[in-house]
Nanobody, 119 residues
């Protein structure tokens, strides 16, 4: 059974940092794209950052320069380093992995980890 386990969430003051981790049980060879999403109360889930199998990264505009997405294939782990956190970053953060498959790619999600930024 596929497992994606997130950790690293918590409460932090504005300007603080957190590092989220997502450990998975998938075969890295078949992974296409890995991503972090977030969902704030009353809002739709939104993509925060993505990283392709080739290492190309992309970020939503509001986190550029503050967040960094990383993947460590030998450890089967993806990270989201979050610096200069703002109250508007408060949300449940989810890791997402898309795996190449036939007849179509498969989509896997973690259970989510809460990030709260407040003074």
């Amino acid at each position: 059974q596929v497992q994606l386990v997130e950790s690293g969430g918590g409460s932090v003051q504005p300007g603080g940092s957190l590092r989220l981790s997502c450990v998975h049980s998938l075969n890295n060879f078949y992974i296409n794209t890995m991503a972090w999403y977030r969902q704030a109360p009353g809002k739709q889930r939104e993509v925060v950052a993505t990283i392709t199998s080739g290492g190309r990264t992309d970020y939503r505009e509001s986190v550029k320069g503050r967040f960094t997405i990383l993947r460590d294939n030998p450890k089967n782990t993806m990270y989201l380093q979050m610096n200069s956190l703002k109250p508007e970053d408060t949300a449940v953060y989810y890791c997402n992995i898309i795996v190449r498959s036939i007849p179509r790619d498969r989509d896997y999600w973690g259970q989510g980890t809460q990030v709260t930024v407040s003074s």
